[in-house]
């Protein structure tokens, strides 16, 4: 197993190649049932090779001139909800795996940037309350509730969607007010040899990225994904 390569990013990438090849209808019709299917249960792995099938389906209704709606059938929330019921559940552990790895990986990102940049490499520094709490507020705002909002109203008839999905961002954006007048935000968490501190944080983002890369190179065993199917249980 290659712990530098990690199969769900392959897949969504070849997923991304053969989506700029639809008619722009047609890649609507796919892009919303996608996102639906990202807000429910199912294991991401499963979403993308869903995804793999509908894009298939789309590219056969592009040569026949037709609509992908059409070849479904029904409804896309009722072919979507009939897609979750049937499928695998694995996506609280999923989502919990790709917000730490998310998490980890750009406050490696600000913290480098910050000490660099902003403090020129002092020689003690460290880790600040305002730092941890505005990235936990991000994450949770704009990167779990946001896609959340965007994913579940994807194929519904709600208006303003756009407007739905910009509120958590916009939160986001305006705790940055509140943090500033918490009397602790300027604390250290941890304060030291500020090198250190940044090798360790580093260190930290590599092991969960490495970590998050076998995750879905064992579940992608679990499919015979490069054709679509599933592997029986």
């Known amino acids: ?30 892009r919303d049932i996608v996102r639906y299917l990202s807000s429910s249960s199912l294991s991401l792995f499963e979403v993308q090779v869903i995804r793999k099938d509908l894009i298939g389906m789309a590219l056969q209704s592009d040569m026949e001139h037709s609509k992908l709606r059409d070849k479904i059938g029904m409804d896309e929330k009722a072919f979507c909800d009939a897609i979750i019921e049937n499928g695998r559940n694995h996506k609280w552990m999923e989502h919990l795996l790709r917000f730490v790895v998310f998490f980890f990986q750009v406050y490696a990102i600000v913290y480098t940037l910050e000490f660099i940049l902003l403090y ?33 109203l994807s194929v519904s008839t709600v208006r303003y969607k756009t407007l739905f999905s910009a509120i958590p961002v916009i939160l986001a954006i305006s705790s940055i007010k509140w943090l500033d007048s918490i009397s602790i935000a300027d604390m250290y968490i941890l304060q030291g040899n500020g090198w250190v501190i940044g090798s360790v944080i580093i260190l930290i983002a590599v092991f969960v990225t490495i970590s998050e890369n076998i995750f879905w190179n064992i579940i992608s065993e679990k499919y015979s994904w490069k054709d679509n199917t599933p592997l029986p249980n």
Do not use: Y
Request: with cysteine; hydrophobic share 45%; charged share 25%.
């Open 120 to 152: 020129s490499a002092p020689a003690q520094h460290g880790i600040k309350v305002f730092s941890i709490l505005w990235m936990f507020i991000w994450c949770i705002l704009v990167v779990v509730i946001r896609n959340f909002i965007r994913n579940k």
């Open 1 to 30: 197993m290659n712990i530098l390569k990690n199969n769900l990013r392959k897949l969504e990438k070849d997923n991304d190649i053969e989506m700029s090849t639809i008619e722009d209808h047609n890649k609507k019709t796919v």
